[in-house]
């Protein structure tokens, strides 16, 4: 038996993600996880992306918050917002989208604006580039 099969084998006995999550919350769809998962990848991905195509100054360190504010906003819009008690019924009708987004692009310009060294790559590159095209 190869180290794959021993450890398939090994895994067997225990309870499939899907199976703990329905058990876990059994209102929840399909098509509610997926849902979910696409607000988590454009909170994360597209500001990032926008800011990286449209805005010169955008940096490595920049798109790095950027995506980690946006991945860490979509479960706090989701769950924790909505709950607030003069505010969470307006974060419950929004959805978690717009607020996460939203903040993963103010993330990105302000860490991108506070970057010193990142903003010099960013410029001498551009230069570069500038130089290379005549």
Excluded at 8 to 36: D, E, Q
Excluded at 53 to 65: C, D, Q
Excluded at 71 to 98: I, M, R, S, T
Excluded at 103 to 122: F, H, N, P, Q, Y
Aim: aromatic share 12%.
């Amino acid at each position: 038996m190869s180290r794959s099969q021993g450890l398939a084998r090994s895994l067997a006995p225990l309870p499939r993600p899907s199976l703990l999550v329905s058990w876990l919350a059994p209102g929840r769809t399909v098509f509610w996880f997926a849902i979910f998962g696409w607000s988590g990848i454009s909170a994360t991905f597209c500001p990032t992306m926008i800011l990286s195509l449209y805005w010169s100054k955008m940096t490595a360190r920049g798109s790095l918050v950027a995506m980690i504010v946006g991945f860490l906003c979509v479960p706090l819009f989701k769950f924790g917002a909505p709950e607030l008690a003069v505010v969470g019924d307006f974060f419950g009708q929004l959805g978690e989208l717009p607020p996460a987004f939203l903040l993963s692009g103010l993330a990105g310009v302000a860490t991108s604006l506070m970057d010193r060294k990142g903003g010099e790559r960013v410029l001498g590159a551009a230069s570069d580039i500038d130089h290379a095209a005549g």
